[in-house]
T-cell receptor, first 112, second 114 residues
Framework: GESVGLHLPTLSVQEGDNSIINCAYSNSASDYFIWYKQESGKGPQFIIDIRSNMDKRQGQRVTVLLNKTVKHLSLQIAATQPGDSAVYFCAELKTSYDKVIFGPGTSLSVIP | NAGVTQTPKFQVLKTGQSMTLQCAQDMNHEYMSWYRQDPGMGLRLIHYSVGAGITDQGEVPNGYNVSRSTTEDFPLRLLSAAPSQTSVYFC?????????????FGNGTRLTVT
């Protein structure tokens, strides 16, 4: 069936370093991918998204890369800060189906 | 602008009890959905709605009912609570799902069933 999964359940990085969080998806029909950040006690918050007709999209300190050949998605965070400590989820959907499927999440811990 | 509001924040039920988790949004979003979040399993879709009067099942719908009588509200009902339904529940909404229209989440309801 459809699934979205993460390679690394936990990730620790030094403050100021770059972080890379990876995600594998299995539904080749998915055409929209999103990264969310969830802080403790809160609901997930949108970070960045990408359509399947793109392979890269940049935000303020974040970049999402999409490799459709191997069905892989990654989130890169530049100059990681303590405020980036959170759980990060990737999500996929095929827009005509209206079902947003989330991966299990990666916990990012920033070491001061 | 309140966004997505969920009530209650915490709830303890005994097995077999029923309850309704409330969700309201003030953004005039057509799309609303319910997820449950369990450790190590991410967010799993329970039910969703693409507009008033329309609902559909997600990945884990058993044991839950929903209705969508208005655009603003999307309550989730547990008819006979079971310990397996102990979880954190999130409601989310968006404009009819499209690029640049991601989900907006509430802050969750933490439910314990004993």
């Amino acid at each position: 069936g459809e699934s979205v999964g993460l390679h690394l359940p936990t990730l620790s990085v030094q403050e100021g370093d770059n972080s890379i969080i990876n995600c594998a998806y299995s539904n080749s029909a998915s055409d929209y991918f999103i990264w969310y950040k969830q802080e403790s006690g809160k609901g997930p918050q949108f970070i960045i998204d990408i359509r399947s007709n793109m392979d890269k999209r940049q935000g303020q300190r974040v970049t999402v890369l999409l490799n459709k050949t191997v069905k892989h998605l990654s989130l890169q965070i530049a100059a990681t800060q303590p405020g980036d400590s959170a759980v990060y989820f990737c999500a996929e959907l095929k827009t005509s189906y209206d079902k947003v499927i989330f991966g299990p999440g990666t916990s990012l811990s920033v070491i001061p | 602008n309140a966004g997505v509001t969920q009530t209650p924040k915490f709830q303890v039920l005994k097995t077999g009890q029923s309850m309704t988790l409330q969700c309201a949004q003030d953004m005039n979003h057509e799309y609303m959905s319910w997820y449950r979040q369990d450790p190590g399993m991410g967010l799993r879709l329970i039910h969703y709605s693409v507009g008033a009067g329309i609902t559909d099942q997600g990945e884990v719908p058993n044991g839950y009912n929903v209705s969508r009588s208005t655009t603003e509200d999307f309550p989730l009902r547990l008819l006979s609570a079971a310990p397996s339904q102990t979880s954190v529940y999130f409601c989310a909404s968006s404009s009819r799902y499209s690029y640049n229209s991601p989900l907006h989440f509430g802050n969750g309801t933490r439910l314990t069933v004993t």
